[in-house]
């Protein structure tokens, strides 16, 4: 499964977008990317997954160049709900051979009033 | 909410004692992994289930195993509780073969004495 890399932490004040960008060099074919974010004490929840170009959805984008090999999430301007740990995973989820699952230590966000 | 629910949600258990650990998987998916979060870590892979077998398996002694049920609900159970075992642990549940992503419940905090 591809190894991913994010910044340790970020800040951010109210109101702005946030970016976050995850590495992912040694991207597979098959492999999507998925980023999820997590409150302390609470199980991961789903915000976005792409395979290439943009998607968007109500909450995030997601941006993917072409070689795949990074991912950039957008969340556009965030309030202080949006505190929390955001990880990106890589992996051809729910294919055949999906069987191992890799988290890295995720970026956790600290929204500033 | 996902619609995946985990039992109990906080345990204390001491060292040598034996644990099992219980995730409904919300409606319609079939297959359930179980995750591991220590503190100021990102969640790591302990295995998968589908069609009540393990389907994959994280860097975890035989001391973790599993079991998944025909309505695809799923138990983890570890023998012989170590000090380091204590940990926030995940059920996420997804449906095969499609590319929809997994969702996790709430989470199980074990603490071990």
């Known amino acids: 499964l591809a190894k991913t890399t994010q910044p340790i932490s970020m800040d951010s004040y109210e109101g702005q977008e946030v970016n976050i960008t995850c590495s992912h060099n040694n991207i597979a074919t098959n492999d999507y990317i998925t980023w999820y974010q997590q409150f302390p004490s609470q199980g991961p929840r789903f915000i976005i997954q792409g395979y290439k170009t943009k998607v968007t959805n109500e909450v995030a984008s997601l941006f993917i160049p072409a070689d795949r090999k990074s991912s950039t999430l957008s969340l556009p301007r965030v309030s202080l709900s949006d505190t929390a740990v955001y990880y990106c995973?890589?992996?051809?989820?729910?294919?055949?051979?999906?069987?191992?699952?890799?988290f890295g230590t995720g970026t956790k966000l600290q929204v500033i009033p | 909410e996902t619609g995946v629910t985990q039992s109990p949600t906080h345990l204390i258990k001491t060292r040598g004692q034996q644990v099992t650990l219980r995730c409904s998987s919300q409606s319609g998916h079939n297959t359930v992994s179980w995750y591991q979060q220590a503190l100021g870590q990102g969640p790591q892979f302990i295995f998968q289930?589908?069609?009540?077998?393990?389907?994959g398996r994280g860097n975890f002694p035989p001391r973790f195993s599993g079991l998944q049920f025909p309505n695809y609900s799923s138990e983890l159970n570890v023998n012989a509780l170590e000090l380091d075992d204590s940990a926030l642990y995940l059920c996420a549940s997804s449906l095969r073969d499609t590319k929809e992503t997994q969702y996790f419940g709430p989470g199980t905090r074990l603490l071990v004495l």
């Open positions: 995973l890589v992996g051809a989820l729910n294919s055949g051979g999906y069987q191992k699952v890799t």
């Open positions: 289930y589908y069609r009540e077998e393990e389907n």
